[in-house]
Each structure stands twice: as structure tokens, then as C-alpha cells.
């Protein structure tokens, strides 16, 4: 009775662990599965998993507003001028009487992805077409924050997709791209974001994103490498499986 118990108790371990196994080859648990995806990497039934449950769903609640602006810039301009006075500056010498607003303002600005929803970019950008070659904008420029030290990130995004019957208006591409990089970020983490909202906006057969950038926490500071570059990637769907598509890829975004 009580091995019959143990092995209806491992069935149901080995269950649970293969809803957690890789989908197109990268770890996500039950909670992070990407709505369109089988495991196998082809487009499926978007509507099998609820966009609630993914990470970083594109169509993710905007955090801040322009209300919310107008509200914070005098606290932040405050934490600003708290900072001038604590690396051993006057902020009432001329050059520095009006550096707290100004900081505010353009911090406001480098971090206005958290106003903006993906959602709202690409509704009236996704057109039937039937085309099922590969699709690649490279070289979109990117501009970011270190959420590490507060210091710029900057470099390029080289995105690809493999059409499934939708494809995107390419102005779009370079949108995504600045809707996360205008936020406090990892390389890691921004890389991953533009390729699953591509993935779940279009369900394509695969996507492909590579990103190069300067780190000025690493030229600045620390190691101070001035020619330092970091690289990372994210593969899904067939960018991912098969490596001719993989290779045509990177070949074309390095002509």
C-alpha cells in the first residue's frame, strides 16, 4: 500500500517537473510560460495560456504617469540637491542653482519606458501577411540606465523574427527597444524583454535579439576598461533549435 502511495507521489513530482522544463531550450517555471509557445518551440493556441501568467507581459500596467512626474520632481529635485551637498558642493553657487530641477527632469527622462506600455505601440502595427522569410532590423541604437550604479548603458540591438503569417511595422522593433531600455536595467534582463514581447505580440516561429553595449560603470569606474564591450543574446523558437537559422542570423547582422 505504502509503495503504491510513494509512486503515486513520484508520478505527480515528475509531473510538476516537467511543466517547469525548458520552453525553446530556456529554463521558465510553471509561472513564466509564454502564451503561443509548445514546448517544442512552434506557435500554438495563444489562448491555452492566460498573458497574466508570463514574465514581463507586454501587456504589462504602466508604472508612472506624467501626473506622476509632476508630483515626484520636487521631491527628486530635493534628493538632488541632498546629494550635491553630501559630495562636499554649495547648491546655492551659481552653477549649481538650478542642477537639482535639471536632474530631476532629465533622470524623468532617461527612465520614461515605466510611462509607456508595449501594448499601446503595436495594436494598430501587426498586419497579416503571408511572408515566412527571415525579418532583421540591426543596428537600433539603445540608450539605458545601470540599475546597479545609476550610470548610462550604450550600444546597439540587432532584432530578427521568423514570420508565422503577422508581421510588424519595423519602426516598431526600434519602439520596443526604447520602451525597455528607458528604465532602470540589466543587459540580461533587457534582451530577454524585446525578444518575449516580439514572441508574444506576433507568435512567430522564432526571434533572435543581440545586444552590444558600454557599460560606464566598468569605463568610469571599477575595472575601468575604456573599450570594454558587453554582448548577450536571447535565441526562442527556431533562432534557438536550429542552428542554420541561428548562424543566417548572426552572419546577417554582422554583414
Same mark, same amino acid.
Given at each position: 500500500?505504502?509503495?503504491?502511495?510513494?509512486?503515486?507521489?513520484?508520478?505527480?513530482?515528475?509531473?510538476?517537473?516537467?511543466?517547469?522544463?525548458?520552453?525553446?531550450?530556456?529554463?521558465?517555471?510553471?509561472?513564466?510560460?509564454?502564451?503561443?509557445?509548445?514546448?517544442?518551440?512552434?506557435?500554438?493556441?495563444?489562448?491555452?495560456?492566460?498573458?497574466?501568467?508570463?514574465?514581463?507581459?507586454?501587456?504589462?500596467?504602466?508604472?508612472?504617469?506624467?501626473?506622476?512626474?509632476?508630483?515626484?520632481?520636487?521631491?527628486?529635485?530635493?534628493?538632488?540637491?541632498?546629494?550635491?551637498?553630501?559630495?562636499?558642493?554649495?547648491?546655492?553657487?551659481?552653477?549649481?542653482?538650478?542642477?537639482?530641477?535639471?536632474?530631476?527632469?532629465?533622470?524623468?527622462?532617461?527612465?520614461?519606458?515605466? #510611462? @509607456?506600455?508595449?501594448?499601446?505601440?503595436?495594436?494598430? &502595427? +501587426?498586419?497579416?501577411?503571408?511572408?515566412?522569410?527571415? !525579418?532583421? $532590423?540591426?543596428?537600433?541604437?539603445?540608450?539605458?540606465?545601470?540599475?546597479?550604479?545609476?550610470?548610462?548603458?550604450?550600444?546597439?540591438?540587432?532584432?530578427?523574427?521568423?514570420?508565422?503569417?503577422?508581421?510588424?511595422?519595423?519602426?516598431?522593433?526600434?519602439?520596443?527597444?526604447?520602451?525597455?531600455?528607458?528604465?532602470?536595467?540589466? #543587459? @540580461?534582463?533587457?534582451?530577454?524583454?524585446?525578444?518575449? &514581447? +516580439?514572441?508574444?505580440?506576433?507568435?512567430?516561429?522564432? !526571434?533572435? $535579439?543581440?545586444?552590444?553595449?558600454?557599460?560606464?560603470?566598468?569605463?568610469?569606474?571599477?575595472?575601468?576598461?575604456?573599450?570594454?564591450?558587453?554582448?548577450?543574446?536571447?535565441?526562442?523558437?527556431?533562432?534557438?533549435?536550429?542552428?542554420?537559422?541561428?548562424?543566417?542570423?548572426?552572419?546577417?547582422?554582422?554583414?
Amino acid at each position: 500500500m505504502e509503495r503504491s502511495k510513494q509512486k503515486q507521489m513520484n508520478q505527480s513530482e515528475n509531473e510538476t517537473a516537467g511543466k517547469d522544463t525548458a520552453v525553446n531550450g530556456l529554463h521558465f517555471d510553471s509561472r513564466l510560460k509564454m502564451p503561443g509557445w509548445s514546448a517544442s518551440g512552434a506557435a500554438g493556441d495563444p489562448s491555452s495560456l492566460p498573458s497574466s501568467s508570463v514574465m514581463e507581459s507586454w501587456r504589462e500596467e504602466r508604472t508612472r504617469s506624467v501626473e506622476d512626474n509632476e508630483m515626484s520632481l520636487p521631491s527628486i529635485a530635493a534628493a538632488y540637491t541632498t546629494i550635491l551637498r553630501g559630495l562636499g558642493e554649495d547648491p546655492q553657487r551659481q552653477g549649481l542653482l538650478k542642477t537639482p530641477w535639471r536632474a530631476a527632469t532629465a533622470m524623468q527622462f532617461f527612465t520614461k519606458g515605466y #510611462q @509607456e506600455k508595449i501594448i499601446d505601440v503595436l495594436n494598430d &502595427a +501587426i498586419f497579416d501577411e503571408d511572408h515566412d522569410e527571415m !525579418v532583421i $532590423v540591426k543596428d537600433i541604437d539603445m540608450f539605458s540606465m545601470c540599475e546597479h550604479h545609476l550610470v548610462p548603458i550604450f550600444g546597439r540591438v540587432h532584432i530578427g523574427y521568423l514570420p508565422n503569417k503577422r508581421v510588424l511595422g519595423l519602426s516598431k522593433l526600434a519602439r520596443i527597444v526604447e520602451i525597455y531600455s528607458r528604465r532602470l536595467q540589466v #543587459q @540580461e534582463r533587457l534582451t530577454k524583454q524585446i525578444a518575449v &514581447a +516580439i514572441t508574444e505580440a506576433l507568435q512567430p516561429a522564432g !526571434v533572435g $535579439v543581440v545586444v552590444e553595449a558600454t557599460h560606464m560603470c566598468m569605463v568610469m569606474r571599477g575595472v575601468q576598461k575604456m573599450n570594454s564591450k558587453t554582448v548577450t543574446s536571447t535565441m526562442l523558437g527556431v533562432f534557438r533549435e536550429d542552428p542554420k537559422t541561428r548562424d543566417e542570423f548572426l552572419t546577417l547582422i554582422r554583414s
